[in-house]
């Protein structure tokens, strides 16, 4: 138990202490605009965290194949059972579908990855967070706003770099240290960013618990980690990339879903109840996680 504690100790509390650090700056008086931070995150700090990612793989392109099929099973297949789930109990469906489909892969899952397994983990998860983003801010948008617009994919950074990550990786082309240095120290900013940004939002988000909404994430906990496990099994990932895909079972909704829910006026007092219940609950479940699997 003594080293079981001692292992989970500096991949657990440096996560809270950069949230904590957040939550603080913000009760104290500091008025830190959240959206601009989000812009910086969304704009700077994501694409230049993917791009730098891309451009330096030292996976093997299977590895980094299974990973991206297995998001986009989990995505896909937690999507049509959120959508089932909250239709059979009543719940609004447009408000929690996303917070039950998506996974904060973002501010805790790269996070977690990168403490717990070192930069490999770090690059399997950015490469998760990518296939999640990508439809996050594209079809998940157009949930949060009811209408579907190409314009959104075109205009969707975390798109862009892909893209320019792949042509670079793939044609071999050398880009000059200064370039690839540039990207390298703004794509630093992302995880410290992410998470002092998700500090900021627990201090605004006001909640009560919902004992309804409380069982809605332990339904969701239980399949995404038994369809995570299923999928594992399918195609056959081991190692690193298994705990990656494993990882997303038990992490909370994105701090997205709040802002869309906000932004497009989508019940979010609804969706901030879902996400801090999430939050809250991930903090054992994540432990419980690492605790088997270290």
Known sequence: MINTFIQLFPIIVPTVLIVFLGYIWNRIGNNVEQSEITNIITWVGAPCLIFNTLIK?????????????????????????????????????????????????????????????????????????????????????????????????????????VIAGILVNFSDIGLPKT?????????????????????????????????????????????????AYTICIMLDINGIAKNIILLQGVLPAPIFTYLFASKFNVNPHIVANYLMASTFISLFTITIFLTLIL
């Open 57 to 161: 793989l030292k996976s093997s392109i299977y590895v980094v194949q299974d990973i991206i099929i297995a998001a986009i099973l989990m995505i896909s297949i937690m999507f049509i059972c959120s959508f089932v789930i909250l239709k059979l109990i009543k719940f609004p469906i447009r408000a929690l579908v996303n917070p039950m489909t998506f996974s904060n892969s973002g501010n805790l899952g790269m996070t977690i990855a990168l403490f717990a397994f070192g930069s490999l983990g770090l690059e399997l998860a950015v490469i998760y967070f990518m296939i999640t983003s990508l439809l996050h801010f594209t079809v998940g948008q157009s949930i949060w706003s009811g209408k579907w617009s190409i314009k959104i994919l075109l205009k969707t950074p975390v798109l862009l770099a």
């Open 179 to 227: 370039l690839t240095n540039t990207t390298s120290i703004l794509a630093g900013i992302t995880i410290p960013l992410l998470l002092f940004t998700m500090g900021i939002s627990i201090n605004k988000i006001q909640f009560k618990i919902e004992p309804k909404i409380i069982i809605l994430i332990i339904i969701r906990i239980i399949i995404a980690s038994s369809l």
